[in-house]
């Protein structure tokens, strides 16, 4: 993914991860370490930046390849040529796939927040909480409506709305067909800055549309 897709973390996996790193582990310096000889740094390999939100500096680990064995994990930290193994209990988190650190459920953190007041299709109809039954259909749709993948794949929308929530945040949707079976969902959250995309079935796209009577 670029930097124009930013995505909230799937919290669970994160917490997990930093717990992991935060046990006391056995690490053993490999030597000769040529990097490369490992895995890391070769196409598909991971690399973990782990950012210190009170000072700000960052460090970046390289992971390599699993030993014959699948004990150790090696890797590197940038900057260094140094070459380590560690206890492959970590290599859980060592998946490069955007939608296996994300969540799937686009709509569903903006409703725990607050209900939806509003909903405004692009060049049609409004949709106002206590006043359209609409409102209900799609609330109820979007908490569940859960997608297959994230995708930096641009689209020609088709489909375009805008969603108020009642603690002032404001969601634009805007989504279009990917090839016969496949949507692409975009959407942006008001100070958010970067888009996420996402990939769903076309059923899936259909029965949320139909909430709003969007054909």
Sequence with gaps: M?????????????????????????????APGRGENYGIGAVGSCAITLTDGSVGGTETIRFGETDAAGRWVYFSRAGNDAVFRVSSSIAEFLDNAAASW????????????????????????????????????FTMKARRFTCLDVTNAEIAGTVAFTISYGYGGITRVRAGKYGDEWWVIEILEQGFGARRAYVVSASAATELFDTLDIR
Excluded: M, N, W
């Design 2 to 30: 670029d930097e124009s897709h930013r995505y909230p973390a799937e919290e669970g996996k994160v917490e997990r991860l930093l717990e992991s790193l935060s046990e006391r582990q056995t690490i053993v310096r490999v």
């Design 102 to 137: 994300t969540t799937l459920t686009p709509f569903a953190e903006s409703l725990e927040k607050g209900d939806v007041q509003e909903i405004a299709i692009e060049c049609g109809s409004v949709f106002r909480a206590g006043h359209d039954e609409e409102i209900d259909a």
